[in-house]
């Protein structure tokens, strides 16, 4: 997905190479930093834990595991596939918002409570056909993370609450909805630990490999879907024209408000697909620790893939594969997994310090498409 | 008729009653926890101070979550080095205060202050979004605290040593009425006890001296403040800063005053929870103390239902809802505000507006 900036640089030519790698010169440029930074914090966290000797070295060992890890063979790469699929949602969930200049940082939320809709479906319909409980279930899961998307959307566009602070306090909330509900209604009796029981018929059917669920396929046929939708209805280019520019949108006859509701519980339901399609197609019931660090991810593939859906594909594969290949860097290099929460936090820093990459890059990257997607509007609503 | 039993008819009217019984709760419940809550509200106050710092001069602050969460967690491991170096009994204690804890508090504050600058020149001088900044400042702190937690955890190290309260004399505390009240601001640790008085500085400097003006006047309208002379973006870059100073000092209050050890994610939407007690502040400093007290009490009562529920039919009531939903309740509050059910406040009107100097002519 990041292959090396091989394209010719020279400013005269002005062939389809220097053109791929207008567009791809961020990305790629500020995904080799971030590994490069990541080796350096390898080498010195080294010095970190005493009684171990210094070993230039382990960079190497450490990305050769997450390489191996990620595309080493075809358990690997599909490894690979079932955790780029929630981050496919999640980064396209993110990136709508940012297409109508709202910041939805609730996908963590909305994850949590899509999967929490999935599991209670599920259940329910465990020994239905799967041709009912799927869909059921999936639906359930895509109209619970919509409201929980809906709520942050109303008060936006009512009271004018910002998104960003009553986004996160929605994500605590439902961490404890669903530790309530999975350590009460939901528990399965007699368990000694917290758990639900199995969604049985309405899990996803594997269909690649050993654990490539029916969620991956859905993945990329959102990603589709969604740019259709933004880029070939009206709903679409109301929604853009809302980020752009409300004031002018509205004198053009739009509702700004009702787009914003939309989107949030939009954006939101897609962030419940995200969770839904762990749930269905990994864990097939709930603990009440159920939850991973999805929804900020996709804040890091939605800020790479510059808000384009058909690009949040490649920018979650990137992310997909370093949480996929994250267990055998650590289990070879004993490097932690965390790791990769801080590559996935330098990437997004790069891409806003951008405007020096620029100038660093010289003229390859076009003034258009360096910068990051947010309207600027949007930060001078804030709060009240 | 004596008090108890005008209580117990209060308490006996159906419906109604349950009100009393809240109120009941809260007469009860207040002067007995006033240390508590003073101290959950120290962070929060601290946090709030730092976005009222930051956007009265018109720069919005989503990071202050992330800032804390490396303060604390500098605060900590600063402590974890230098502790065996100074061996125990730390030496040098005053109220609570000694060499070692005194290191681990300034570099916290000097990490804080960085991360600062770092928001400051992303959103200053690249003028790129500023909510956009925050946040990877905070998905930036949450992965690379967790990453090194990790790894210190493995070589099991030993504690970071925290900040003894002080204890007032019980003379003062046994005071009628206004004991309590003693009780809660001095039996506090050094950082809880400075904060009051940070805040109340704070709430001077800002509306009373020339930086405070100067101050408003670059959050509300920065063209004019340049043209009488005043530096826009100097000024926001210290003032951004010195919030940092702040942030930093609430960080390291959760990892060496309230306890001594450092959690992955510690802060727990502290800072979040701060913006909306800055909000509901309408962006000044004693106003932002109040809210921050206002939370800390919800946080409070929130534990204190599980431990000791009231009795009656408020007791049964709140023992009929999940403990883990009155962990949700702060939350909850917070979007009730955000939400201006408190009423609406007005944010300075060039708050989150990168400023960009007129080219001369």
């Known amino acids: 997905m990041s292959g090396s900036p091989s394209a010719d640089r020279e400013p005269g030519t002005r062939g389809l190479l220097s053109r791929i790698w207008s567009v791809l010169a961020l990305p790629v440029t500020v995904t080799v930093l971030a590994v490069l930074l990541g080796a350096a914090i390898i080498l010195v966290s080294e010095l970190l834990v005493p009684g171990k000797t210094f070993d230039w070295f382990l960079p190497l060992t450490a990305y050769g595991a997450l390489v191996e890890g990620a595309v080493g063979g075809p358990d690997a790469i599909v490894s690979t596939l079932v955790n780029t699929t929630p981050l496919v949602f999640g980064g396209l969930a993110v990136g709508f918002g940012f297409k109508a200049g709202l910041f939805n940082i609730g996908a963590q939320g909305q994850f949590l409570v899509g999967a929490l809709g999935a599991v209670i479906v599920g259940v329910w319909l465990a020994d239905a056909p799967a041709v009912v409980a799927i869909p059921a279930s999936a639906l359930a899961g895509f109209i619970a993370g919509g409201l929980w998307g809906f709520v942050p959307g109303f008060l936006k566009a009512v009271s004018g609450a910002h998104e960003v602070v009553s986004t996160i306090m929605m994500n605590y909330i439902a961490v404890q909805l669903l530790a309530a509900l999975v350590s009460g209604p939901l528990k399965v009796p007699r368990s000694p630990s917290p758990i639900t029981y199995d969604v049985g018929n309405a899990a996803f059917p594997i269909l690649l490999g050993r654990n490539g669920h029916l969620g991956i396929l859905l993945a990329f046929l959102a990603a589709l879907f969604v740019w259709w939708l933004l880029f070939r209805t009206t709903w679409g280019f109301e929604v853009r024209a809302v980020g752009a520019n409300p004031d002018a949108s509205r004198y053009a006859g739009m509702r700004p408000r009702l787009i914003t509701i939309a989107t949030m519980t939009f954006s939101g339901a897609l962030a419940g697909l995200a969770g839904t399609s762990v749930l269905l197609g990994v864990t097939h019931s709930m603990t009440s620790s159920f939850g991973t660090t999805v929804g900020f991810d996709s804040i890091a593939v939605a800020l790479l893939a510059r808000s384009h859906p058909l690009v949040t594909i490649p920018a979650a594969l990137l992310f997909g594969a370093m949480r996929a290949g994250a267990g055998l860097m650590q289990i070879r290099a004993q490097i932690p997994v965390e790791l990769v929460d801080v590559l996935q936090a330098v990437i997004p820093l790069f891409l806003v310090a951008s405007p020096v990459l620029r100038r660093v890059l010289g003229a390859a990257a076009p003034a258009g498409i360096g910068g990051v997607p947010a309207s600027r509007g949007l930060a001078t609503k804030v709060a009240a | ?361």
């Open chain 2, 1 to 361: 008729m004596d008090v108890t039993s005008l209580f117990d008819a209060l308490y006996g009217i159906p419906i109604v009653g349950i009100l009393f019984q809240a109120v009941g709760f809260l007469v009860q419940v207040i002067p007995s926890n006033s240390p508590n809550i003073m101290n959950q509200a120290t962070p929060l106050a601290l946090a709030a101070l730092c976005g009222v710092l930051c956007e009265r001069s018109g720069v919005v602050n989503i990071g202050i979550e992330g800032t804390m969460l490396a303060a604390a967690f500098t605060a900590w491991v600063v402590g974890v080095a230098v502790n065996p170096m100074f061996g125990s009994p730390a030496p040098g204690e005053v109220f609570g205060l000694t060499i070692p804890l005194v290191i681990c508090l300034v570099m916290a504050v000097l990490v804080a202050v960085l991360i600062s600058w770092l928001h400051a020149w992303i959103s200053i001088s690249l003028r790129a979004d500023q909510i956009i900044s925050g946040t990877i400042i905070n998905i930036a702190a949450f992965g690379v605290t967790g990453y090194l937690d990790q790894l210190i955890s493995k070589t099991s190290p030993a504690g970071a040593g925290s900040f003894a309260a002080f204890r007032p004399p019980t003379f003062l505390t046994d005071l009628p009425v206004v004991g309590w009240l003693i009780d809660m601001f001095l039996h506090q640790g050094p950082i809880a006890m400075s904060s009051i008085v940070i805040i109340i500085g704070a709430q001077v400097w800002l509306f009373r001296s020339r930086w405070g003006l100067r101050t408003r006047a670059v959050g509300e309208h920065p063209r004019a403040a340049e043209t009488v002379g005043i530096d826009v973006i100097r000024l926001r870059y210290r003032n951004v800063m010195l919030g940092g100073v702040f942030a930093g000092l609430g960080g390291a209050w959760l990892s060496i005053e309230a306890t001594n050890s450092f959690q992955t994610g510690m802060t727990t939407g502290r800072g979040f929870i701060a913006l909306a007690a800055m909000i509901m502040g309408r962006w000044t400093p004693i106003g932002a103390f109040g809210s921050a007290l206002l939370f800390a009490l919800f946080l409070q009562i929130s534990q204190l239902i599980k431990i000791a529920p009231p009795t009656g039919d408020l007791g049964t009531i709140m023992g009929s809802v999940p403990a883990q939903l009155w962990d949700a309740l702060p939350y909850i509050l917070t979007i009730v505000i955000l939400a201006g059910v408190v009423g609406r406040s007005i944010p300075p009107a060039a708050d989150g507006q990168p400023y960009e100097r007129e080219a001369a002519a």
